[in-house]
């Protein structure tokens, strides 16, 4: 492996936040299936969080395809976002296509949107959207603004999307982000509507007296345990693959005396129902 380079952001801005340059698409993809390894997980997503940066997710499920689920960040108001789309979901094989509406800057009924899941429809593959609050924790370590508009991250404007597309499996992580009541409702209408758990769910700050255990009650007694995926929302090294969090989420769930069938599809099954099974 190349030396990092200072000159280089993917050298430089690791360096300043004191994380690992994360190399090669392939060496980072070696380096998490090992972690993933250290820690008895059998797969995981692994997110293109810059659009435009499909091809390194598609080299690293390339690599490992059975232990990678490739998903990748799009701005579907950008001109090009169409051809991307359909590269990412068809010859790259990218599972997920992820929108951050609050970030771009874009409205759940511009036409950019319907074409990606139209896309997603076309191809099997499933959409994931950000919903409510929202930071990006790399700019705030460097102190830079980040600059969102978290109304158009409403849960509500999922449902006709997913009401058009009854096919296509929708992802809201963290729980709604703070918009849990209203993802609950949005998911109450749309079956294909599917909640995550990743994150630390710092959001709970903004409702007083609820708690990460009230929330996973909630959401299977309104929805079931078919639409709620377990996520950690690991994302740099060296501190890897968050374990803490796994540990608290699966002390919840013990608490909740959900029965081992519940468990495994929580932890497991669902991603595999969701994304497919994996490939050798």
């Not at 109304?151 to 992580?173: F, N, Q, W």
Request: a negative charge; glycine letters at 10%; aromatic letters at 8%.
């Amino acid at each position: 492996m190349a030396p990092p380079r200072p000159d280089n952001p993917a050298d430089a801005i690791p360096a300043q936040l004191g994380w690992q340059p994360p190399g090669t698409p392939q060496a980072l993809a070696d380096r998490w299936v090992d972690e993933l390894d250290r820690h008895g997980v059998t797969r995981a997503a692994m997110m293109g969080s810059v659009p435009g940066d499909e091809g390194s997710i598609a080299a690293a499920i390339r690599r490992h395809p059975g232990r990678l689920v490739g998903m990748t960040m799009v701005d579907p108001t950008a001109s090009d976002a169409g051809p991307r789309v359909a590269r990412a979901v068809g010859e790259d094989g990218i599972r997920c296509v992820c929108l951050f509406p609050a970030m771009h800057g874009y409205g759940l009924n511009h036409a950019g949107v319907d074409r990606v899941f139209a896309a997603a429809a076309a191809s099997g593959a499933a959409v994931f959207i950000h919903c409510g609050v929202l930071t990006v924790g790399v700019r705030r370590k460097l102190g830079l603004a980040t600059r969102v508009d978290v109304r158009l991250g409403d849960p509500l404007a999922i449902v006709p999307l997913a009401s058009s597309y009854p096919g296509v499996a929708v992802i809201v992580p963290h729980f709604g982000a703070g918009f849990f009541r209203e993802t609950l409702m949005a998911a109450d209408i749309c079956p294909n509507i599917h909640l995550d758990t990743s994150s630390s769910n710092g959001w709970l700050k903004y409702v007083p007296g609820l708690t990460l255990a009230s929330v996973f009650r909630q959401t299977l007694d309104t929805l079931g345990p078919d639409r709620l995926l377990f996520g950690s929302d690991s994302s740099f090294f060296p501190r890897g693959w968050q374990r803490p969090l796994y540990e608290t989420q699966a002390s919840i769930l013990d608490d909740l005396e959900v029965d081992d069938g519940v468990r495994a599809r929580i932890l497991a099954g669902n991603f595999d129902r969701v994304f497919g099974a994996a490939s050798s």
